[in-house]
């Protein structure tokens, strides 16, 4: 009974690597990725005011958030690792408060980009100031 | 500690508290190194233990989590059943996870009962009010396992006063699917879980159900890195218990409990979690306690890359 076992732990640790690898590729997104998903935003979405907006213990809060949640794919300074989109860029930057909100709240799955409807809506509030402020 | 457990299921010992002594050091050693690491990571995750929300986990990150379960008997001869996990997210929709399992009980034995792996999905790519995974496990485990990670059919805490010689020897090959759903509001999750779970030899399928509830005690992050932040306490509770079977699907006979769960996040990316958990008729165990340590390592599968480089 233990050996199999042990060799299917085995099996799995390498199953892990290996889908790890693949899915390494594939999950960041690039720039035209990005834009397409924000695009898909939802019209109401433009309308949507940020309440943390210009606020600075909100833009430094989204600052750790982003440390913590953010800066392992996009990077620490938010220039993006790899494929990982530059979040400096002017899509990123021209994109509504609302469309960033949404965008945040839904991810993109299919491409890599986890949705982050786990944290309350007041942090990704705070992560959209802190973006924001790179203007 | 591992190659110690591995050791106990070949010539099941005596749990003897020397042996409890040392893990016990063993599993403060990596909590000690764990929050001297100087990192700032943070999952988001639920606080449950029985209940499963939709949120996966991130993209090549692994968590590794170590889970134990004291359980309370009514005819004595308590237990101490812990896990490890390794949660890897495959991609953004889906997350796989390897379990080991090992129990103490003692006046009796230590030994490991087995393994399980399970893969949940996601099938639709964003966010509604309700959100929908698919969860697939398979289970190699004998009888003598005891870490209640779920509660189905007609589970009954007399089940595990069967002593350890013998209960291992009946080898477990089970599928266990769930429907989960789960929904986030004004900062709280509120999850359901529907479980249908089949012994792959024998036997009906058995059906059990979990739902939980959640929060932080602060919503929005404050600007300093702290330990001690009310945003880093999660508060909730969960309820569980079992359904019957396929041959007779009622509440009656089974084993219900209701638990409150906290955890606390701290910002090196460890996560501490505790539950008491009540059984709510005699067919529970009157009292069980648990309690997980995890870590997440992101851009795992990156890091493995790199040393092959």
């Known amino acids: 009974m233990i050996r199999p076992s042990f060799a299917a732990l085995l099996l799995l640790a390498l199953a892990f690597v290996t889908v790890g690898s693949a899915s390494e590729r594939e999950r960041e997104?690039?720039?035209?990725?990005?834009?397409?998903?924000?695009?898909?935003?939802?019209?109401?979405?433009?309308?949507?005011?940020?309440?943390?907006?210009?606020?600075?213990?909100?833009?430094?809060?989204?600052?750790?958030?982003f440390a913590q949640h953010?800066?392992?794919?996009?990077?620490?300074?938010?220039?993006?690792?790899?494929?990982?989109?530059?979040?400096?860029?002017?899509?990123?930057?021209?994109?509504?408060p609302g469309e960033l909100e949404w965008f945040l709240?839904?991810?993109n799955l299919w491409r890599g980009m986890p949705s982050w409807s786990g944290l309350p809506e007041q942090r990704r509030w705070q992560l959209v100031a802190y973006l924001k402020s790179f203007r | 500690m591992l190659l110690l457990a591995v050791g106990d299921s070949v010539h099941?010992?005596?749990?003897?508290?020397?042996?409890?002594?040392?893990?016990?050091?063993?599993?403060?050693?990596?909590?000690?190194?764990?929050?001297?690491?100087?990192?700032?990571?943070?999952?988001?995750?639920?606080p449950y233990f029985v209940t499963y929300s939709h949120h996966l986990e991130e993209p090549g990150n692994l968590e590794i989590e170590l889970n134990s379960v004291y359980g309370v008997q009514h005819a004595g001869n308590d237990y101490i059943a812990p896990w490890v996990e390794f949660e890897y997210g495959a991609k953004a929709w889906w997350t796989t996870e390897f379990y080991l399992d090992w129990q103490g009980t003692f006046n009796d034995s230590a030994l490991f009962t087995g393994f399980r792996w399970e893969n949940r999905f996601r099938p639709l790519m964003r966010e509604h009010w309700i959100n929908p995974v698919l969860y697939v496990e398979y289970e190699n485990t004998t009888a003598a396992d005891k870490t209640m990670?779920?509660?189905?059919?007609?589970?009954?805490?007399?089940?595990?006063?069967?002593?350890?010689?013998?209960?291992?020897?009946?080898?477990?090959?089970?599928?266990?699917?769930?429907?989960?759903?789960?929904?986030?509001?004004?900062?709280?999750?509120?999850?359901?879980?529907?479980?249908?779970?089949?012994?792959?030899?024998?036997?009906?399928?058995?059906?059990?159900?979990?739902?939980?509830a959640s929060r932080p005690l602060r919503l929005a992050a404050t600007s300093d890195y702290c330990n001690f932040c009310r945003e880093n306490f999660l508060l909730g509770g969960e309820v569980y218990g079992g359904l019957g079977t396929?041959?007779?699907?009622?509440?009656?006979?089974?084993?219900q409990y209701a638990a409150p769960v906290v955890a606390w996040q701290l910002p090196s990316g460890v996560t501490f979690r505790v539950s008491p958990g009540f059984g709510l008729n005699s067919n529970s165990h009157p009292f069980i306690l648990r309690w997980s340590v995890s870590y997440e390592i992101d851009r795992f599968a990156h890091r493995v890359r790199s040393l092959f480089r």
């Open chain 1, 29 to 65: 997104t690039d720039d035209r990725g990005v834009l397409l998903a924000i695009a898909r935003a939802p019209l109401k979405t433009r309308s949507w005011h940020n309440p943390y907006a210009g606020q600075p213990d909100a833009i430094l809060a989204g600052k750790k958030l």
């Open chain 1, 70 to 96: 953010c800066a392992e794919c996009h990077g620490p300074h938010a220039r993006g690792i790899g494929r990982a989109v530059n979040l400096h860029l002017s899509a990123v930057q021209n994109a509504t």
């Open chain 1, 105 to 107: 709240r839904n991810g």
């Open chain 2, 12 to 46: 099941a010992s005596t749990l003897q508290p020397a042996r409890a002594l040392r893990i016990c050091l063993g599993l403060l050693y990596l909590l000690c190194a764990a929050l001297a690491a100087p990192r700032e990571l943070a999952a988001q995750e639920t």
């Open chain 2, 149 to 212: 990670i779920e509660v189905v059919g007609f589970d009954n805490q007399a089940d595990y006063a069967v002593p350890n010689s013998q209960a291992q020897m009946d080898h477990q090959h089970e599928l266990e699917t769930k429907l989960i759903l789960s929904s986030d509001y004004k900062g709280w999750n509120i999850s359901e879980n529907f479980i249908a779970e089949k012994n792959l030899g024998h036997d009906p399928w058995e059906f059990g159900y979990a739902v939980g």
């Open chain 2, 246 to 255: 396929s041959w007779n699907f009622t509440r009656t006979g089974t084993s």
